[in-house]
């Protein structure tokens, strides 16, 4: 099944007459259009070919990882405030000009960076498998099978979608609907005769199929098991929560997020406990297994998240890492920075990490990093045989509290300050009382304080550049809607498919 997958997502690259010329040598019809779509043996293993995709398993230095990895990695470097804060090894060229972007305003990124070019193939490859699986539905007979893989093959396309127009288009707001933003494609490609020049659907179009996958797969989803391996109806539900947000409707926010607060979920007792762990946790609602083989890659494949995040020796090289002295980290220097104290459990930092050091071995969320003495590395990715979070408790507990807030601006709601402190709680901070929010400022000074326990919260999760976007907040002295942030379509596509980069 492997080999068959494998020539499902060749064949269909980029969409691209050019790109797919010297693979349609082989035989079409019997790869895309034969026996993995007509059984529900080869239906159930497309979906677990799909599954791999989105946890990025590595299987070459330019496979896309999406949410195993570069979906956390670019935005997370997006965000970050400056180089003279966090420094990024220049030598791993695939990231090189992420951190450069915020300070580069002549151009932005680079159309030709090959990690922006190997997500946007993997995502489309991943879409148009799961377009096969939905088209081929009905063979399978049993209904709640049915319903189980159809709903998981929805979401998954709505999620897919909801991130490559997250970060390869604009900000949507009232007046931008129309917009032309990614390509929408919902058909399957089955044959040479399928293959079309792809173009631009507008934001409005992306948006309303993202809501209606997810909608959709959730209700298909209902009442089945809660692995958080798999996308089930808890996480399409949380999933919508986020796309809510992004389009600032804050009441449906709420809406979704109580559904998700109604589930089987728990926080973890300490904010370590959600990190670098060998099963899911209660915690997570949807989450990324990695096992030592199959994973995003590591040390060995010189990419993947816990390659370039963790320093651990045997795991990673710490390619990214923070000052000890971070003003980043420690003071209110910059408005999205984490601001931590001292009592705060998720700043607890690690120091004595050696090359004898194991991942079992570390106790904080940072660590010293042993190839650059003078900085700090996130301790969230130590190795690649751990589970990756994708969406957790605690963020829907301050989505809420912000959704509240955001919903009214006059008011500060009690239910707002609880749900936040639920989270400071956990990570060793005093619980805020309403009298810390009195006098007509008091409502700003409620929001501000959510948004800051985000940043502490998620920070390299891949939220925080999402987070700027849709609050119309600044990265740096810049503006985080500017058009440098946007990942450009890759520079290949754009020369098969003259008119698509207009």
Known sequence: MKHIIQNLIAIVILFTFAACESLLDKDVDDVIGGEPFTTETGIEEALLGAYSNLAGTYDGFDGGELFG?????????????SSLEAQWDFQETNYSNFLEARSNASGGLDATNSRISANWRRAYETINLLNNIIANINVINS?????RIEGEAKVMRGLLYFELVRLWAPQPDESNGNTLAIPLILDPITSVTDIETPVKSTLNSIYTQVINDLESGSQLLKGLNQNPGNLNYYAAQAFLMRVSMQLNRPEDAIVYADEVLSGPYELNRTPLDCFNNNNFSPEDIFGIMQTSNANAGGVNSGTGITYFF??????????FGISESSQF?????????PQFSDQDLRYIVNDEITESTSADDVNALYT????????????????NSHVIPVIRLAEIYLTRAEAISDSDIFSVDPEAIDNLNTVRTRAGLDALETTDFLGSDGPDALYD???LERNRELLYEGQLFHDLKRQNGLIGTSDARDSRFILPIPESECEASPGLCD
């Open 69 to 81: 990895g570069d979906f956390i990695i670019i935005p997370s470097l997006l965000a970050v405030e």
């Open 143 to 147: 209904t709640e099978n049915k319903n």
């Open 310 to 319: 963790s320093s651990i020796n045997g795991e990673g090289v710490g390619a």
């Open 368 to 383: 010293n990093n042993i190839q650059r003495p003078i900085f700090l590395s996130p301790a969230k990715y130590l190795t």
């Open 449 to 451: 304080s959510i948004l």
């Open 329 to 337: 980290l420690e003071s209110d220097f910059f408005d999205n920075g």
